[in-house]
């Protein structure tokens, strides 16, 4: 036996001497044991001390390697991995999670030793399997990690009922350890479609190694891009190439995107037409950009030319379009945009004149495009009209990139966009794009009158032989009845008005929000009257008396109008509120007059200008506190609405709002926590998101934001405890949100400034806890059991001594209520830390007068030794940072009911 152990020794120490120390022990075995029996009964005595060492050892895992190996040299007429395997078996079940750790960890060894070809009884074959299985859903994710490892040459990915291939997909979806996942990850086969799916929705997993694991998994086992969907590969590179991890983007470039470039030779073209182009035309460019960045440019440029779309000129240097309109597909218009922009970016002028012909040539090729395809018959089948919209977006794009300091080019390009937009068999999709390329050849006022110019002539299109006599005057063509026409007349507006983004209203956009809005505004027609609403809420953010006489309109709309509609008005309404403000937005017309005549005034003039107008401020101001109750009430009730798309938008427009300063309200904010944690939201990943990131930055942005986080953790806590059985919010874990909030309500993470500021105000964690403990002595013993827990949560400094007395003076109340034992426990645990407190800020203190108060803290009535919490909390008191919050300048609000909130004034940032 001492030799056995001398050689295990030698062997724990380098495995360069592992074959010599085999060897070693076969001669061992021939002299000093009767049987191989004996032998590894011998091996497992000394194996044991290896056993019971918990923690991650070099030492321990070379000698558990060195004895799979040892093993795996004894098959015949010994089998030695079964026997070792049926001595490990019941020490997985052991209750020392060292022993579980290990004998997991050799078992997963010796059947990664065995040969292709080795076999195992049929009735150790099951004990294996169920107790790997079992070690599957070990409460130590080690474990669970060495036993998914152990699984791997026990499943079976062409049996759909295999339990391993299910344990694995169960645990890759559902284990809260990512090192079990990763482990899944590393050794599961993909070879059915489950698994498939299952590494697939592992790359939007939350853990970053995680994510990057599943892209390589996928790019070594599914290496034909066939074997995927047209979705899972949007979605795949989609996903990777933007993740916000560099370590990811790269494993999905190179594991996942090289493997599929090879698999078709380098062709991106073919790679673009395995793709949706036509409607991941952003995904498309971000893959085909990396793909130009890992090559040469003069190689792409020699690629492209295979293609044959241009050809070069006998004549002059340049090229010309060799394809006919017919002949152009979406791939190849997506690459060769693509490449233009990307030598554009590189300023390759000599490569981009291979590829790209002069403006008027484009122009020319672009015109017979619309003549060609722009006809009633294609438009009237819905694939070959998004086909047609696609091409053509994409060839005014290359035009852009054209040389246009040419006067021919440019004044091409300039008659080419006005055609299409006079063109009534433009999609109405191609219009943004066209609308773009105008503003960059004109400046605003230009395109101002080229976009009333274009409105007139689509409502009363002019003789060719009197377009340049004829004076076209907006309010004597505004008059056309068709819904075709008038829609695209607002989307012309919508589209010129969102890019150019004027400071005013000039008296063209007047007559146009006159004569061709307000008339849309009331029009039958639902998608009407949403592009008309965009149409005003653009015209309004360039003038608050706009905004001001149409903000109940707004409301409207978002209230009671149809759901497309409902979406504009919302964009609108939190857009002018983001501008303004609402004490400009809700103030009463008379005001706003009275301040533009004042500052024309004298001071003799002005007084008189006060004394007849107090009348109208009054009743300016009880107009807009009713308006700003309305908004209230219209976004607590659209946080509820029955559509997704509303319940998001309004969500993502009230925390802008909060987020920015211009809405401080409990209520909403409550909602929003509400909303964040309630299951209905789960599939809502836009939500999801926004609300996820808001919630943090809001409170840790600013002390104030703190303290109204701060005001709605116990109304929020109430609600999940007062629910009915029927609501969504039953399955919501109080705890869970109980630590949520109180992590957001920790001054450590507030943002600090240059200069730190003194505290001069009570803890935000002290004005919850005593709201929380005068909430635990009206509930019921469960209620007051959960309280007590978040009062545990809290940290509630011995700076703050208000708190600190009032909390005592209500634990004593609470103490005589309580009679069970576990709430009773929870009660003198949060005691003993006000004790704490108070000592701390006793001892920071010593020139405390004699006279001066001293609280009292009972003693438990449970007879529990509360010396080692108390203990432990002046331990972890010491460690605690101070952190004295700022204290941010008061600024005037619109006060409102305190369940309602405040709206923020106009000059907050």
């Given at each position: 036996?001492?030799?056995?152990?001398?050689?295990?020794?030698?062997?724990?120490?380098?495995?360069?001497?592992?074959?010599?120390?085999?060897?070693?022990?076969?001669?061992?075995?021939?002299?000093?044991?009767?049987?191989?029996?004996?032998?590894?009964?011998?091996?497992?005595?000394?194996?044991?001390?290896?056993?019971?060492?918990?923690?991650?050892?070099?030492?321990?895992?070379?000698?558990?390697?060195?004895?799979?190996?040892?093993?795996?040299?004894?098959?015949?007429?010994?089998?030695?991995?079964?026997?070792?395997?049926?001595?490990?078996?019941?020490?997985?079940?052991?209750?020392?999670?060292?022993?579980?750790?290990?004998?997991?960890?050799?078992?997963?060894?010796?059947?990664?030793?065995?040969?292709?070809e080795g076999q195992l009884d049929d009735e150790l074959w099951q004990r294996l399997q169920s107790t790997v299985l079992a070690?599957?859903?070990?409460?130590?994710?080690?474990?669970?990690?060495?036993?998914?490892?152990?699984?791997?040459?026990?499943?079976?990915?062409?049996?759909?009922?295999?339990?391993?291939?299910?344990?694995?997909?169960?645990?890759?979806?559902?284990?809260?350890?990512?090192?079990?996942?990763?482990?899944?990850?590393?050794?599961?086969?993909?070879?059915?479609?489950?698994?498939?799916?299952?590494?697939?929705?592992?790359?939007?997993?939350?853990?970053?190694?995680?994510?990057?694991?599943?892209?390589?998994?996928?790019?070594?086992?599914?290496?034909?891009?066939?074997?995927?969907?047209?979705?899972?590969?949007?979605?795949?590179?989609?996903?990777?190439?933007?993740?916000?991890?560099?370590?990811?983007?790269?494993?999905?470039?190179?594991?996942?995107?090289?493997?599929?470039?090879?698999?078709?030779?380098?062709?991106?073209?073919?790679?673009?037409?395995?793709?949706?182009?036509?409607?991941?035309?952003?995904?498309?460019?971000?893959?085909?950009?990396?793909?130009?960045?890992?090559?040469?440019?003069?190689?792409?440029?020699?690629?492209?030319?295979?293609?044959?779309?241009?050809?070069?000129?006998?004549?002059?240097?340049?090229?010309?379009?060799?394809?006919?309109?017919?002949?152009?597909?979406?791939?190849?218009v997506m690459y060769w945009r693509c490449l233009c922009q990307h030598l554009t970016e590189l300023q390759g002028e000599e490569?981009?004149?291979?590829?790209?012909?002069?403006?008027?040539?484009?122009?020319?090729?672009?015109?017979?495009?619309?003549?060609?395809?722009?006809?009633?018959?294609?438009?009237?089948?819905?694939?070959?009209?998004?086909?047609?919209?696609?091409?053509?977006?994409?060839?005014?794009?290359?035009?852009?990139?054209?040389?246009?300091?040419?006067?021919?080019?440019?004044?091409?390009?300039?008659?080419?966009?006005?055609?299409?937009?006079?063109?009534?068999?433009?999609?109405?999709?191609?219009?943004?794009?066209?609308?773009?390329?105008?503003?960059?050849?004109?400046?605003?006022?230009?395109?101002?009158?080229?976009?009333?110019?274009?409105?007139?002539?689509?409502?009363?299109?002019?003789?060719?032989?009197?377009?340049?006599?004829?004076?076209?005057?907006?309010?004597?063509?505004?008059?056309?009845?068709?819904?075709?026409?008038?829609?695209?007349?607002?989307?012309?507006?919508?589209?010129?008005?969102?890019?150019?983004?004027?400071?005013?209203?000039?008296?063209?956009?007047?007559?146009?929000?006159?004569?061709?809005?307000?008339?849309?505004?009331?029009?039958?027609?639902?998608?009407?009257?949403?592009?008309?609403?965009?149409?005003?809420?653009?015209?309004?953010?360039?003038?608050?008396?706009?905004?001001?006489?149409?903000?109940?309109?707004?409301?409207?709309?978002?209230?009671?109008?149809?759901?497309?509609?409902?979406?504009?008005?919302?964009?609108?309404?939190?857009?002018?509120?983001?501008?303004?403000?609402?004490?400009?937005?809700?103030?009463?017309?008379?005001?706003?007059?009275?301040?533009?005549?004042?500052?024309?005034?004298?001071?003799?003039?002005?007084?008189?200008?006060?004394?007849?107008?107090?009348?109208?401020?009054?009743?300016?101001?009880?107009?807009?506190?009713?308006?700003?109750?309305?908004?209230?009430?219209?976004?607590?009730?659209?946080?509820?609405?029955?559509?997704?798309?509303?319940r998001t938008l309004c969500a993502e427009g009230v925390a802008k709002l909060l987020l920015t300063g211009r809405l401080v309200?409990?209520?909403?904010?409550?909602?929003?926590?509400?909303?964040?944690?309630?299951?209905?939201?789960?599939?809502?990943?836009?939500?999801?998101?926004?609300?996820?990131?808001?919630?943090?930055?809001?409170?840790?942005?600013?002390?104030?934001?703190?303290?109204?986080?701060?005001?709605?953790?116990?109304?929020?806590?109430?609600?999940?405890?007062?629910?009915?059985?029927?609501?969504?919010?039953?399955?919501?874990?109080?705890?869970?949100?109980?630590?949520?909030?109180?992590?957001?309500?920790?001054?450590?993470?507030?943002?600090?400034?240059?200069?730190?500021?003194?505290?001069?105000?009570?803890?935000?964690?002290?004005?919850?806890?005593?709201?929380?403990?005068?909430?635990?002595?009206?509930?019921?013993?469960?209620?007051?059991?959960?309280?007590?827990?978040?009062?545990?949560?809290?940290?509630?400094?011995?700076?703050?001594?208000?708190?600190?007395?009032?909390?005592?003076?209500?634990?004593?109340?609470?103490?005589?209520?309580?009679?069970?034992?576990?709430?009773?426990?929870?009660?003198?645990?949060?005691?003993?830390?006000?004790?704490?407190?108070?000592?701390?800020?006793?001892?920071?203190?010593?020139?405390?007068?004699?006279?001066?108060?001293?609280?009292?803290?009972?003693?438990?009535?449970?007879?529990?030794?509360?010396?080692?919490?108390?203990?432990?909390?002046?331990?972890?008191?010491?460690?605690?940072?101070?952190?004295?919050?700022?204290?941010?300048?008061?600024?005037?609000?619109?006060?409102?009911?305190?369940?309602?909130?405040?709206?923020?004034?106009?000059?907050?940032?």
């Amino acid at each position: 036996m001492n030799e056995l152990s001398s050689v295990f020794t030698e062997a724990q120490r380098s495995i360069h001497s592992h074959n010599k120390l085999h060897q070693k022990l076969f001669q061992l075995r021939g002299k000093r044991f009767l049987s191989d029996e004996s032998f590894f009964d011998g091996v497992f005595n000394v194996l044991r001390y290896a056993l019971i060492v918990w923690e991650r050892q070099a030492a321990v895992d070379r000698v558990i390697d060195f004895t799979a190996r040892l093993a795996a040299q004894f098959v015949d007429p010994f089998d030695a991995v079964s026997y070792l395997l049926t001595k490990l078996l019941p020490l997985t079940e052991s209750a020392e999670k060292a022993v579980r750790y290990r004998s997991t960890q050799l078992i997963g060894r010796l059947l990664d030793s065995m040969d292709t070809e080795g076999q195992l009884d049929d009735e150790l074959w099951q004990r294996l399997q169920s107790t790997v299985l079992a070690r599957g859903r070990d409460k130590m994710s080690a474990v669970r990690g060495l036993a998914v490892g152990a699984m791997e040459r026990l499943q079976d990915p062409t049996n759909p009922h295999c339990p391993v291939m299910a344990t694995y997909i169960q645990l890759a979806e559902t284990d809260s350890s990512p090192e079990v996942r990763k482990a899944v990850l590393e050794h599961i086969a993909i070879q059915s479609l489950v698994a498939k799916e299952c590494v697939i929705s592992r790359t939007r997993d939350t853990s970053e190694a995680v994510r990057k694991l599943a892209f390589q998994t996928l790019g070594q086992q599914v290496t034909n891009i066939k074997s995927y969907t047209i979705s899972e590969r949007v979605q795949l590179l989609q996903d990777g190439l933007s993740d916000r991890s560099e370590y990811v983007r790269k494993s999905c470039r190179d594991s996942l995107l090289h493997t599929w470039m090879s698999g078709i030779q380098y062709d991106a073209c073919e790679l673009l037409d395995r793709l949706d182009v036509e409607n991941s035309s952003d995904v498309c460019r971000l893959v085909i950009n990396e793909y130009f960045k890992s090559s040469q440019p003069a190689f792409v440029v020699a690629q492209f030319e295979q293609l044959g779309i241009v050809e070069e000129r006998e004549e002059v240097p340049g090229c010309n379009i060799a394809v006919k309109p017919s002949e152009l597909t979406s791939p190849l218009v997506m690459y060769w945009r693509c490449l233009c922009q990307h030598l554009t970016e590189l300023q390759g002028e000599e490569l981009l004149d291979r590829v790209l012909p002069d403006a008027s040539v484009v122009c020319q090729f672009v015109s017979s495009f619309v003549d060609e395809h722009l006809t009633s018959d294609i438009l009237r089948m819905p694939e070959l009209a998004l086909t047609v919209e696609f091409t053509l977006k994409q060839l005014l794009v290359i035009t852009s990139l054209c040389d246009l300091s040419d006067a021919v080019g440019r004044r091409s390009f300039h008659e080419l966009l006005r055609s299409l937009l006079l063109n009534t068999s433009l999609p109405l999709g191609v219009i943004d794009t066209v609308a773009e390329q105008m503003l960059k050849l004109n400046n605003e006022q230009d395109c101002t009158e080229e976009m009333i110019s274009i409105i007139s002539e689509i409502e009363m299109p002019l003789d060719s032989d009197s377009h340049d006599s004829q004076t076209i005057s907006l309010s004597h063509s505004l008059s056309h009845d068709d819904p075709l026409t008038t829609l695209r007349c607002l989307t012309v507006a919508c589209e010129f008005i969102k890019r150019m983004k004027p400071a005013s209203l000039s008296a063209s956009l007047r007559s146009l929000h006159v004569l061709l809005v307000l008339p849309a505004v009331q029009n039958e027609d639902p998608v009407i009257r949403t592009q008309a609403i965009t149409a005003l809420g653009l015209l309004a953010m360039c003038d608050v008396t706009l905004a001001n006489q149409h903000i109940v309109l707004f409301l409207q709309a978002a209230q009671l109008d149809d759901e497309c509609v409902q979406i504009a008005a919302l964009c609108g309404l939190f857009d002018l509120i983001l501008i303004f403000g609402f004490d400009r937005l809700l103030e009463h017309p008379k005001q706003t007059e009275r301040k533009k005549e004042g500052e024309e005034l004298s001071d003799a003039e002005m007084s008189g200008a006060d004394a007849s107008g107090s009348a109208a401020g009054g009743e300016g101001e009880e107009e807009g506190q009713n308006t700003t109750e309305a908004i209230l009430s219209i976004m607590s009730a659209l946080l509820d609405n029955d559509s997704p798309d509303v319940r998001t938008l309004c969500a993502e427009g009230v925390a802008k709002l909060l987020l920015t300063g211009r809405l401080v309200s409990k209520r909403l904010l409550s909602h929003l926590v509400l909303l964040w944690y309630n299951p209905t939201s789960e599939e809502l990943t836009r939500l999801t998101g926004c609300l996820g990131t808001f919630l943090p930055m809001f409170a840790f942005a600013s002390r104030k934001n703190q303290e109204c986080v701060g005001e709605v953790v116990v109304p929020v806590i109430k609600v999940l405890l007062e629910c009915p059985a029927m609501s969504p919010l039953v399955a919501v874990d109080v705890n869970n949100v109980a630590q949520f909030l109180t992590h957001l309500t920790n001054s450590e993470y507030l943002q600090r400034g240059k200069e730190e500021v003194t505290e001069t105000r009570g803890s935000v964690h002290g004005a919850v806890a005593v709201a929380a403990c005068k909430e635990a002595l009206t509930g019921s013993s469960d209620e007051t059991r959960c309280w007590l827990k978040l009062l545990n949560m809290l940290y509630v400094p011995p700076t703050d001594k208000e708190a600190v007395e009032t909390l005592v003076g209500l634990c004593n109340e609470l103490r005589q209520c309580v009679d069970d034992n576990q709430t009773m426990k929870m009660l003198t645990k949060f005691s003993s830390s006000l004790s704490t407190a108070v000592t701390c800020e006793s001892s920071e203190t010593p020139d405390m007068p004699v006279d001066s108060p001293v609280v009292v803290i009972e003693t438990s009535s449970s007879g529990i030794d509360v010396s080692e919490t108390k203990e432990r909390n002046q331990k972890s008191m010491k460690t605690k940072r101070k952190t004295p919050a700022k204290e941010s300048q008061l600024q005037s609000f619109f006060e409102c009911d305190d369940d309602i909130g405040s709206w923020g004034s106009s000059s907050e940032n």
